[in-house]
């Protein structure tokens, strides 16, 4: 059985990605960083054998959380959208949809557009009531906290 090469890479990536997207003062350079990791991160998974609909729908949900937080809108808006097509291929549980439309809500926020947010804001919200797992009901929860905070 071979390795595969590309799996480390998009993990590493994804988990550098995440330190950026949670520190607090973040530079323009460190905005720049954590966007091209989220995109080795995601072009490594396209070339994993191990990818699946779960890791291309949380992949595209990263991308869209970095252009979004970047303040670049519509990039992030586009990537929110592949994020809920991807969610539609895969059975994929409530939790994950929750954030698929957090990425889409704090697009649309930064888009300028209050009522897509809100729509989304409430169906992820409504996600959420169905999130049995404590931990991930709480990491949900606390990110659409934050949706406008940054």
């Known amino acids: ?16 990605c995440w ?4 520190k607090p003062d973040r530079t323009p350079d460190d905005d720049e960083a954590m966007r091209r990791l989220a995109e080795v991160s995601f072009w490594a998974w396209q070339q994993s054998p191990a990818c699946t609909p779960k890791q291309r729908a949380i992949g595209y949900w990263q991308l869209s959380r970095a252009y979004a937080i ?6 992030a808006l ?12 895969g059975a994929l ?3 994950y ?3 698929a439309y957090e ?8 888009c300028g ?3 897509a947010c809100e729509a989304a804001l409430r169906e992820a919200r409504t996600r959420l009531t169905r999130v049995s797992d404590t931990e991930e009901h709480k990491a949900l929860e606390a990110d659409l906290r934050t949706i406008g905070t940054e």
């Open 97 to 99: 949809w929750g954030y």
């Open 1 to 16: 059985m071979t390795q595969d090469p590309h799996r480390p890479i998009a993990v590493d990536c994804f988990n550098a």
């Open 103 to 110: 990425a889409l809500a704090r697009a649309s926020l930064v």
């Open 93 to 95: 549980s409530d939790f």
């Open 19 to 22: 330190e950026y997207i949670e």
């Open 78 to 89: 586009r990537y929110a959208e592949k994020s809920l097509a991807a969610h539609a291929e």
């Open 70 to 75: 970047s303040g670049l809108g519509p990039q």
């Open 113 to 115: 557009n209050r009522e």
